[in-house]
């Protein structure tokens, strides 16, 4: 049986942004578990995407992440805060994945990074309406990051024991979750 890998989404297009080191903390604990999972950035995004004739054809290389969304085991969510919502590059991104199957059962899990001390909850609870209505299936153990700057390193790891403990417990749970839901992401 082949393994469909699990996608990490990177929520933001800001290079270099908190949310990429985040992005990469959740693949290197998939990769401690041995779990096949990619990271998708959205600093990828052909500029192609944003003209107004993409809404009636995709450019090609968005076809190609659209296949990665479609085939992969699940989808975990990094997103920021940005004036209490997500940022609307990750609105877009959805909105130009096809409908309904890129979600319809698809397991979604979400991590929130903010400055905050809420740890971006709004921009989670409003994507969580986003994907329910989408049909994905959601998985409860969301990651809330407050003050998230101060808890990573220069290299992006991150420094803070609690936040990688629980980043790691999220990957580990949701990686069966997909599993038990027909992903196949669960290693081993």
Same mark, same amino acid.
């Given at each position: 049986m082949t393994h469909r890998p699990l996608l990490v989404v990177s929520g933001t297009n800001r290079p270099g942004s908190v949310t990429l080191k985040v992005a990469r903390a959740v693949l290197g604990h998939y990769a401690k578990l041995g779990v096949p999972a990619e990271l998708y950035d959205l600093t990828d995004l052909p500029p192609d995407l944003f003209l107004p004739t993409a809404y009636a054809a995709? /450019?090609?290389a968005f076809v190609a992440v659209q296949q990665r969304v479609v085939a992969a #085991? $699940? @989808?975990h969510v990094v997103t920021p805060e940005y004036n209490g919502s =997500? /940022? $609307?590059v990750l609105k877009y991104f959805i909105d130009m994945l096809k409908f309904p199957e890129s979600f319809v059962h698809k397991p +979604? #899990? =979400?991590v929130g990074v903010a400055g905050g001390v809420w740890g971006a @909850?709004? /921009?989670v609870e409003q994507l969580q309406? +986003? =994907?329910a209505y989408r049909n994905a299936h959601l998985y409860p153990d969301r990651v809330f990051a407050p003050g +998230? #700057? *101060?808890k990573l390193a220069a290299d992006g790891s991150v420094t803070d024991p609690d936040l990688d403990a629980r980043l790691a417990k999220q990957a580990e749970g949701f990686a069966r979750f997909a599993h038990v839901l027909g992903g196949? #992401? *669960?290693g081993t």
């Open positions: 995709k /450019p090609a #085991a $699940g @989808l =997500f /940022p $609307g +979604v #899990a =979400f @909850l709004r /921009p309406m +986003v =994907f +998230v #700057a *101060a196949h #992401a *669960a």
